[in-house]
């Protein structure tokens, strides 16, 4: 028996990366309820396990894979040891960039913590715990002040339970809405509910034909005003209404008390002053609550019951499309929903349909043990996070105005990869704590990142793993409504581009009103194409007789997309058009920058073929995740 000790130890270690851990939804389709998919696992004694096309159970025991095997072995120590080679204090440009390091906690290792996002996540970290652990038991304490309160009756019937939990919980959402937003942004907090309330009015108080369009023209218009007003100062507010010009402060005039009373609330902003910059994600719930209730409107008779389906017991997809009651799109609702705590500063974003189907009924996902995986899951990627900082100084370099000419080319290009992984952490951190903490709360939110961005070789289907509940926003709200894609003509073509240029045109302003983010939406854009046109081009099934030289050819094709969304997301997220073009240079200046582009290639080629292999292997368990 105790020798099984270890193994057990394996298992339970291997149960951290399965995708049941990461996410139910990924293991389960989204049109069966969790409790049904649960009960059909339980019911079958064993699992039939299925063979490829072409003839395989699993390639990872094959003389192919053994290959790759040795060859990425190398490949990968090789790609860090090449970035650490030049964050090193012996590398002659260590001086230019090390001021931006700061004392790390690796012996004998400074840490890179020059990004600004990262930089606020972790030195907050510790009251961002703190605040896990002190959220739910207010509700606790919310919870038995609210039972202890209610009047005694007789046992309620399941629909009377579940709108006694509704209101319940989303009246605690509401006031601790309401306290969260004064905490963190001080009189600032007047200015997000003076917006919130104008959609709210817009949705409710307009003629229904009208609803749509004013959401969209609003909320866009709202984008823009933040980033052009820099948050509405209330001087600003005060200097626009009494006249005074900034002239008249520099010369030192007397100003009115209206002015000096803005500057004064100015100066109690909260804990993030700079409001506007995180606002973004909660533009996505005023449109999702104004579109939900539009879309409801048409369908009054689409609840639970008229369709004959258990409440307590939906599908992911009934969830999000089945109209909460009509009662349930009220303010309270509205501002719990919109300023709801753990998701309110960077998501993962939820429908307005799903939160109320939520807080009707605790989902059957959230259980104590995986939840407690998904935390230590969390560490994880923390620690590998911190220990890329401490051995890739990639963005303090960056950030110093390199000379990229003096760096090689494999030394360009490795640092350039791994500066997408360390966006994709940065990234990563702080949608997992915080859909963690929803987690601890009692609410399960999509989960953000399915696969890490090394593990990527479409497109298309990047943009369905990469912040994956913002994918399936813009495809409800904004793909679908358009009309989706088709290319089985040259005018559906054309049609199915401008939507492309439409989506990632939004994508591109969400993110930040910036040139070198719309070029970055329009280059996605434009590197779908080539992937779309192969697919019509060769069609999987005119290859069936010749899988094994299909799935070659679309891995040298895959090689082609990774170098594009490689650029892409350099161009949009890390060293923008001209630090591209500089890289490009650095690679093509001499023949050793075109031997290492070669074995870069080979090297991606094997890699992908890996990836492909992953994927296999979760089909053959079942799991078709389109990604």
């Not at 270690?13 to 293991?27: K, P």
């Not at 009494?242 to 008249?248: E, F, I, L, R, W």
């Not at 697919?535 to 799935?551: D, I, N, V």
């Not at 890699?607 to 292999?613: P, T």
Request: glycine fraction near 6%; proline fraction near 5%; aromatic fraction near 16%.
């Amino acid at each position: 028996m105790a020798r099984a000790g270890p193994f057990v130890f394996l298992r339970k270690f291997r149960g951290l990366y399965d995708l049941d851990t990461l996410d139910t939804r990924f293991t389960t389709p989204s049109s069966v309820p969790y409790r049904t998919a649960i009960d059909a696992r339980d019911d079958k004694k064993e699992v039939p396990e299925t063979i490829d096309e072409d003839g395989y159970r699993g390639r990872w025991g094959t003389y192919e894979f053994y290959l790759y095997y040795v060859v990425l072995a190398w490949a990968i120590p090789y790609m860090l040891w090449s970035a650490y080679s030049v964050s090193r204090p012996s590398d002659p440009r260590y001086p230019k960039y090390q001021h931006r390091l700061s004392p790390g906690w690796v012996p004998g290792r400074e840490i890179d913590n020059s990004d600004n996002q990262y930089h606020s996540f972790r030195e907050n970290l510790l009251y961002m715990g703190l605040l896990v652990v002190f959220h739910p038991l207010c509700r606790r304490l919310w919870d038995a002040v609210y039972t202890s309160l209610s009047p005694a009756r007789a046992t309620p019937t399941p629909d009377e339970a579940a709108d006694t939990r509704l209101h319940q919980r989303t009246t605690f959402d509401f006031c601790f809405a309401l306290l969260y937003l004064i905490i963190l942004h001080g009189f600032s907090a007047a200015k997000i509910l003076f917006i919130l309330s104008i959609n709210y009015k817009i949705a409710k108080g307009l003629p229904r034909k009208y609803v749509p369009p004013a959401t969209w023209i609003f909320n866009i218009c709202v984008l823009f005003a933040n980033e052009l007003s820099d948050g509405y100062k209330f001087r600003s507010i005060a200097m626009f209404f009494t006249g005074t010009s900034p002239a008249d402060l520099v010369s030192g005039m007397e100003t009115s008390a209206l002015v000096r009373a803005g500057a004064w609330m100015d100066g109690y902003s909260g804990l993030l002053s700079r409001w506007e910059i995180l606002f973004n994600i909660t533009i996505l719930r005023l449109v999702s609550f104004n579109l939900d209730y539009y879309w409801s409107l048409d369908r009054r008779d689409a609840s639970p019951i008229e369709k004959q389906l258990d409440s307590a017991n939906l599908s992911e997809r009934d969830r999000i499309s089945i109209p909460a009651q009509p009662e349930d799109y009220c303010f309270r609702n509205y501002i719990g929903y919109a300023i709801y705590a753990p998701l309110y500063l960077t998501g993962p974003i939820m429908t307005f349909n799903d939160y109320i189907a939520q807080q009707r009924y605790r989902p059957a996902t959230i259980e104590t043990g995986r939840t407690m995986r998904y935390a230590v899951r969390f560490l994880f990627v923390l620690l590998a996070m911190e220990l890329m900082l401490h051995f890739n100084y990639i963005g303090a370099i960056q950030k110093s105005d390199p000379d990229w000419s003096s760096y090689t080319a494999a030394q360009l290009s490795n640092l350039s990869f791994l500066n997408l992984h360390i966006i994709w952490l940065k990234l990563l951190l702080p949608w997992r704590f915080f859909r963690l903490w929803a987690l601890v709360d009692g609410i399960d939110p999509p989960e953000n990142m399915l696969r890490c961005v090394a593990n990527n070789y479409s497109t298309l289907s990047f943009w369905r793993a990469w912040h994956r509940s913002y994918y399936r926003w813009l495809l409800r709200y904004i793909y679908i409504p358009l009309g989706g894609s088709s290319f089985d003509t040259w005018k559906k073509a054309l049609r199915s581009v401008v939507t492309y240029l439409v989506v990632f045109t939004f994508v591109a302003l969400w993110h930040d009103i910036k040139m070198r983010l719309l070029i970055w939406g329009w280059l996605i854009v434009f590197f779908f194409l080539p992937e779309i046109a192969a697919g019509y081009l060769f069609p999987r099934h005119k290859w069936e007789s010749r899988p094994t030289a299909y799935r070659m050819m679309c891995c040298a094709g895959a090689v082609g997309n990774v170098m594009m969304m490689v650029s892409a997301n350099l161009v949009g997220f890390a060293v923008g058009l001209d630090g591209l073009q500089s890289i490009l240079r650095g690679i093509f200046s001499d023949f050793s920058g075109f031997l290492f582009l070669a074995t870069a290639c080979t090297v991606l080629f094997m890699g992908i073929q890996v990836m492909f292999e992953v994927r296999a292997s979760e089909l053959r368990k079942g799991i078709r995740l389109k990604c």
